[in-house]
């Protein structure tokens, strides 16, 4: 198992960009995905984007050209930078690692909010 914390959520305007960040509570060498779900009011939890321990990215179509995950190796953090927000990007983001079948682990969420 590994311990996530999000960071970084809040109000912003459409258009605007905004750097979620995911403390993670041990080394992402070795874990085999990450990732940032959201989950809007009534709608069901879905993918945002992914990354793979060897580095390959996966996005949702939604946020393709607007989003972009990253990892910091040294210092054991996830990001997602998101840039010209739209109100349809409100939503609960949620950290994520994938350790295996067995070992799955998820933050505890933090609320963006895209409104003028």
């Known amino acids: 198992q590994v311990r996530l914390v999000e960071l970084g959520g809040g109000l912003v305007e459409p258009g605007g960009s905004l750097r979620l960040s995911c403390a993670v509570s041990?080394?992402?060498?070795?874990?085999?995905?990450m990732g940032w779900y959201r989950q809007a009011p009534g709608k069901q939890r879905e993918l945002v984007a992914n990354?793979?321990?060897?580095?390959?990215?996966n996005y949702a179509d939604s946020v393709k050209g607007r989003f972009e995950i990253s990892r910091d190796r040294a210092e054991n953090w996830l990001y997602l930078q998101m840039y010209s927000l739209k109100p349809e990007d409100t939503a609960v983001y949620y950290c994520?690692?994938?350790?295996?079948?067995?070992?799955?682990?998820w933050g505890q969420g933090t609320q963006v909010t895209v409104s003028s």
């Open positions: 994520y690692a994938y350790l295996g079948p067995m070992s799955q682990s």
């Open positions: 990354i793979t321990d060897g580095g390959s990215t």
């Open positions: 041990r080394s992402v060498f070795g874990i085999d995905v």
